[in-house]
């Protein structure tokens, strides 16, 4: 399970809420969710301002995608 995935369930959050926000589609989210896409930094920036604007927590890109790995 990704860190996205993760925190998405633990805060019980809509997914097509997010990609709405995040101006991105279910299923590109849903790829990026399940690990079969790495995201973009456009992306990483967008979901985590989307997560950030619904959960009003102040979000940031590493509690929701692993940073520090290098693209497989």
């Known amino acids: 399970m990704t860190k ?3 925190f998405i369930k633990a ?3 809509k997914p097509l ?5 995040a101006d991105y589609s279910r299923q590109h989210l849903l790829r990026i969710r399940m690990g079969k896409m790495e995201p973009t ?3 990483i ?8 604007k619904l959960t009003r927590e102040p979000i940031t890109a ?6 520090d790995e290098e693209n497989e």
């Open 45 to 52: 920036k967008a979901v985590t301002a989307a997560i950030r």
């Open 4 to 6: 996205l995935e993760a």
């Open 11 to 13: 805060r019980k959050l």
């Open 41 to 43: 930094r456009k992306c």
């Open 62 to 67: 590493s509690d929701l995608f692993d940073l």
């Open 17 to 21: 809420r997010i990609a709405f926000e």
